[in-house]
């Protein structure tokens, strides 16, 4: 049996349950889009992250479009009562 392929994300330090995951602005539901284990968000759908090169980065001050997927993810949650929203986390592919 082979093991899951899982993209990963670390999750903030403070962040307690409850807190609501997003990625690309859709709100995910723990069970159905995601797992949680040892302070990891667990995604087995593929999450692609790109780094804007300097290259892609000034066709973008142009006004020059680049069309690669970027997911983002982020997590709302609350410290001390006070909304907190933890943007565009790292994504780790599987090893």
């Known amino acids: 049996m082979t ?3 899982r993209w990963r ?15 690309n602005g859709v709100r995910q539901e723990l069970g159905a889009d995601y797992q ?3 302070g990891e ?15 892609a980065w000034l066709l973008g001050f142009w006004g020059i479009g680049t069309y690669k997927r970027n997911d ?3 997590v ?3 410290v001390g009562g006070q909304p907190r929203l ?3 986390l790292e994504i780790i592919p599987p090893l």
């Open 3 to 5: 093991p899951r392929r």
């Open 41 to 55: 968000l667990l995604f087995e759908r593929e999450l692609v992250s790109h780094k804007l090169g300097p290259r």
């Open 9 to 23: 994300v670390k999750l903030p330090a403070g962040v307690r349950s409850p807190f609501q995951v997003y990625v």
């Open 72 to 74: 983002e993810v982020d």
């Open 86 to 88: 933890a943007h565009a």
């Open 36 to 38: 949680i284990s040892a």
């Open 76 to 78: 709302s949650y609350e």
